[in-house]
């Protein structure tokens, strides 16, 4: 993976407001980012020009004494993102921008819940609102520096969107991405019902649960057979995050090798830039040296050792399926053939199974149930493959979609008992 600390400021900029743009989180006109060098200058995008096609040389370099070098404008909102490092001087890096889902809480004038998963609340912070003032003024600017100096790491602003600050870009886009990813997560669940937040008590086992202490042992040897499944995870991976089931923090592939090894993402690593040499080989209990393996490796451990039939695991976050994670709302599979075909009966267990008791939950797969939902926190996903695990996520995704939508229309008719006996007897699924 990449080291971006070494990237300098202006590819910073082009890279992750491609990022924002690409993934619809701004508009060609919307949006501004920033970073504070180690000289005190800021690095900004410029004032009206096409985000989807910004290039290095077209960033703004404002110097300390307040000298403008580049052959554009700097952003309209310059003076709030000048107050914000005025007042936070361990903010390095601002992100601005209006997404729909985080517009919609603006104008609303609400912030959005961080409870609903641990993720959200351990990375977004504190999270406040500011007044509404014109663009680009001095007022608006203001309004926001003051938030932040109260400890805001997150604002939103009424009528507008919101402003994200951390120690270096990357860190603010992951936050941004939460923050986005949960007001999503919010809306969709709230078409179900009320959703349930996490307590105190359950964000503090989360807290505390830590990584995993593992021996390690150096491989000697990559077998054609690891290089293929190394390649193949990658693959799904970066798919995986260009569909959105998996943000930059969150999202975990593993794949058994026929040595009864597997194959499992690392903890921490973005997933857009997963390398092939990011990948942790755990092998009998041990793993590859100098590594760190995803926090949930004793549960695919776990469902391995149980299952022989299951050669890959996916634990992923994806909004729609996680409205029902988050909600006591029951998911139902049989809306088509081809729902309850690949996802069968889908089970909800409670909060930190996954990390507390891995070996009951792994006892909780089988054939007919090949899918489990963790409340408030992800979706568990097995297959015979990591193509077939892949495309149960999938499905379970658009399934859940489809339920949300279907919801607008009218009451949902499930395929009748009949009908599933006669899916099971046609495809062999008794």
């Known amino acids: 993976m990449q080291n971006f600390n070494l990237m300098h400021p202006a590819d910073q900029l082009v890279t992750i407001m491609e990022r924002i743009y690409r993934y619809g989180m701004t508009t060609t006109s919307g949006g501004n980012l920033s970073i504070l060098d180690d000289n005190g200058d800021i690095w900004i995008t410029p004032s009206g ?62 912030i959005p819940s961080t409870r609903l998963t641990p993720s959200a609340y351990f990375t977004c912070g504190k999270i406040g609102m500011a007044e509404y003032a014109i ?9 926001i520096a003051d938030k932040f100096q109260e400890g805001c790491d997150i604002v939103i602003l009424e009528n507008h969107g919101a402003v994200v600050g951390s120690s270096d870009l990357f860190q603010a886009f992951m936050a941004f991405e939460t923050l986005d990813f949960t007001a999503r997560l919010e809306i969709e669940a709230r078409q179900l019902s009320e959703p349930v937040e996490l307590s105190d ?27 293929e499944a190394r390649r193949n995870m990658c693959s799904f991976i970066s798919r995986a995050y260009e569909q959105s089931l998996f943000t930059s923090t969150q999202g975990t592939f593993s ?17 857009k830039y997963m390398d ?29 050792d149980r ?22 709302a029951q998911f139902e599979t049989k809306i088509i053939p081809e729902s309850y075909i690949q996802l069968r009966n889908i089970k909800k267990v409670p909060f930190g ?75 062999k699924l008794k």
């Open 201 to 227: 008590r359950q964000l503090d086992m989360s807290k505390h649960k830590l990584n995993v202490v593992m021996d390690e042992f150096i491989p000697q040897t990559f077998s054609s057979e690891e290089k």
């Open 307 to 328: 299952h022989p039939d299951i050669n890959s695991v996916i634990i992923a976050h994806p909004p729609n399926i996680m409205a029902f994670a988050v909600t006591e």
């Open 135 to 143: 663009p680009g003024s001095k007022e608006l600017g203001k309004n």
């Open 353 to 427: 199974s996954t990390f507390m008791q891995p070996e009951m939950t792994a006892e909780s797969f089988s054939a007919s149930t090949p899918i489990l939902i963790v409340e408030n926190d992800c979706i568990i996903v097995t297959g015979n493959s990591l193509l077939n695990a892949y495309d149960r996520l999938e499905v379970a995704e658009y399934s859940a979609k489809a339920i949300l939508s279907a919801r607008t229309l009218g009451s949902l008719v499930a395929i009748s008992e009949k009908e599933i006996d006669d899916i099971e007897t046609a495809f």
């Open 276 to 304: 092939i040499s990011d990948i942790v080989r755990i092998q009998n209990g041990w793993k590859e040296s100098g590594k760190h393996p995803s926090r949930s490796v004793k549960l695919h451990q776990a469902i391995y």
């Open 255 to 271: 794949q058994r090798l026929k040595d009864n090894s597997f194959l499992i993402t690392p903890y921490g690593i973005d997933r």
């Open 49 to 110: 020009i096409d985000k989807g096609s910004l290039t290095r040389k077209d960033m703004i370099r404002v110097k300390a004494n307040g000298e403008i070098i580049g052959i554009h404008t700097p952003s309209v909102e310059l003076p709030f993102h000048e107050m914000i490092y005025q007042r936070r001087p361990d903010i390095r890096a601002i992100i601005h921008a209006h997404p729909p889902a985080l517009i919609a809480f603006s104008i609303v004038r609400k």
